[in-house]
């Protein structure tokens, strides 16, 4: 009889639930730090979205000229989909900022019901708890509890800070901003939801993650689909639809969040369900069947190659699409800060480059960047997870070197961060090239591997937070969100120089004269090499000399 099992038999009649209480406090202690990371970053760039489209579009006359364009470029509609007509500041918010918070929000509540569910449970965690005689539901309960909470607590706040800027503005009212927090709720409902139920079907913590990223990335596809094609029913199958449905600032239609509601509590409903036919540490689908091989290297690099490669793989998936994205709309929006005073004005807030085409490529270097940086230090801080599953004392036992697999996880981590950001890169550069010109695909180029010293830094502090090991990995991640903070909102924000010298980001071309060929402030090049350095041999030195921490 298995666990699950076990205690279902165990638990009484009426105790289906219990110990809901003492489990639901434990899960929120544990997970609350991770939360504060997404939920006050998220609400933070709510606040301060429509208040800079204040500032550089005062009114619907001056801002005409940029919505016109937005709405006929076919790269943002892609990205942030339909702008809405007469393009309020409402409107032009939930159309921007809107697309970045849901994603945002997708992406937290995917990785969060996947370290509630099958990571606690590969790891042997949930197990443990079962064992303290809880209610045969009382494990799905608390995850649909801090899922429900955690999205609340957002879409609360992002709407409340809404509703404040809606005081005294005429193109900021309440029901929009209350439709727009409950579609930030209700999203983040149900993409926990669904991967709770993705959970259920698929046998680990690996495979559930793949499904889940997988069928969100369906979603956004079809959201895309009823953007770029007649058929707009798509937005009904996708929770990245659910906000051009709703309209918030335009129509403020409440049905579609009555059925997006009925739709996240028939998920929650079907994923209770698959939980009780569940054997416990099994999928309800099988895995795919394999014939065990021997292994063509056995040593650390190569360990971590095989682990890590798949994962590589799948990261060039949404580098390249960002990247074509950017370079896409670059030709339209440069144009335009040419053309038009206010759009010009907007470039001038949001970068101290000089000129359109370096301040528009000085912008979107940021999401190009972003994401090798954390593919690099999720790859290094692996380390963290290898160790406590008993991967790394398994690996010491063969007779390698105590440092060598740190020192493979680092190799792969810094060589593959290279490798997305050359791809971003060129992807970038490519397809500014076909829209625009060689000058502006030089600078497509130059911008996002001007940050390759910053990725180096990242990746020797995630190294000197394994050799820790103790809360830096939380740390490490605060400094990823300050640093893509800091390139996109310093000049918008007015941040003092010292405080955007402590971002990993922002040292490039822009912080320079001159043109490409002189494109490197070598100083802070220097800095950011020597705290990769200097991180990861304080880190490597440390696991020679600490203990291994297993469980």
């Known amino acids: 009889m298995t666990t699950h099992s076990a205690a279902a038999a165990a638990s009484p009649a009426g105790s289906g639930v219990r110990g809901l209480g003492p489990l639901l406090r434990l899960t929120i202690r544990r997970y609350r730090l991770r939360l504060a990371c997404w939920v006050v970053p998220i609400i933070a760039l709510v606040a301060v979205t429509a208040p800079s489209y204040a500032t550089t579009y005062p009114d619907l006359a001056s801002r005409g000229p940029l919505v016109e364009s937005l709405r006929g470029n076919d790269a943002t509609k892609v990205l942030y989909g339909h702008l809405p007509r007469p393009g309020t500041l409402g409107q032009l918010a939930q159309w921007e900022m809107g697309t970045y918070v849901i994603v945002l929000t997708s992406v937290m509540m995917l990785t969060l019901v996947v370290a509630m569910t099958r990571v606690d449970e590969d790891l042997g965690r949930s197990e443990t708890v079962a064992a303290a005689g809880l209610g045969r539901w009382t494990p799905t309960a608390a995850v649909t509890a801090v899922v429900v909470a955690a999205s609340a607590l957002l879409g609360s706040g992002a709407g409340g800070v809404l509703a404040l800027q809606a005081i005294g503005s005429a193109e900021l009212t309440l029901a929009g901003a209350a439709v727009f927090g409950l579609v930030v709720t209700l999203t983040g409902i149900g993409v926990g939801a669904t991967t709770l139920v993705v959970s259920e079907l698929f046998w680990d913590a690996s495979s559930t993650r793949r499904a889940a990223w997988a069928v969100i990335a369906t979603e956004f596809a079809a959201r895309v689909g009823a953007d770029l094609t007649p058929w707009h029913w798509l937005r009904a199958i996708s929770w990245f639809g659910l906000k051009d449905a709703a309209a918030p600032y335009t129509a403020n239609d409440p049905a579609p969040l009555v059925g997006a509601a009925l739709v996240a509590a028939a998920l929650v409903a079907a994923a209770f369900a698959l939980h009780a036919r569940r054997e416990f540490g099994a999928g309800l689908l099988a895995p795919p069947p394999h014939r065990p091989h021997h292994l063509a290297s056995v040593s650390s690099w190569g360990l971590a190659w095989r682990l890590g490669r798949d994962s590589l793989i799948l990261w060039c998936v949404p580098v390249v699409g960002i990247a074509a994205l950017f370079g896409g709309m670059s030709h339209a929006l440069i144009t335009l800060a040419g053309s038009d005073s206010a759009t010009g004005s907007m470039f001038d807030d949001l970068s101290s480059a000089t000129g359109p085409v370096r301040q528009y490529f000085s912008f979107s270097y940021v999401f190009i960047a972003v994401l090798p940086m954390v ?22 036992a063969t007779g390698v070197r105590r440092a060598a697999p740190l020192v493979a996880r680092l190799f792969l981590a810094a060589a593959g961060s290279t490798v997305l950001l050359a791809v971003g890169s060129a992807v970038q550069a490519v ?9 502006a695909a030089r600078w497509a180029l130059a911008y996002p591997l001007a940050q390759l010293p910053g990725l180096v830094a990242a990746v020797g502090l995630a190294a000197a937070a394994v050799g820790s090991l103790r809360r830096l990995p939380s740390l490490v ?25 402590a971002a990993l980001f922002g040292h490039g071309p822009h912080a320079v004269s001159g043109g490409v060929g002189g494109w490197m402030p070598w100083g802070a090049v220097a800095v950011l090499v020597a705290i990769g350095v200097g991180g990861a041999a304080f880190g490597l030195a440390r696991m020679t000399r600490r203990d291994i921490v297993v469980g």
């Open 477 to 501: 991640w605060a400094v990823v969100a300050w640093s893509g903070f800091v390139a996109v909102f310093a000049d918008l924000v007015k941040l003092p120089d010292w405080l955007r010298s």
């Open 375 to 396: 593919y690099g230090v999720q790859t290094v801080l692996g380390s963290v997870a290898d160790e406590r599953d008993g991967l790394l004392d398994t690996e010491l």
């Open 431 to 439: 397809v500014t090239l076909a829209v625009a010109d060689a000058e």
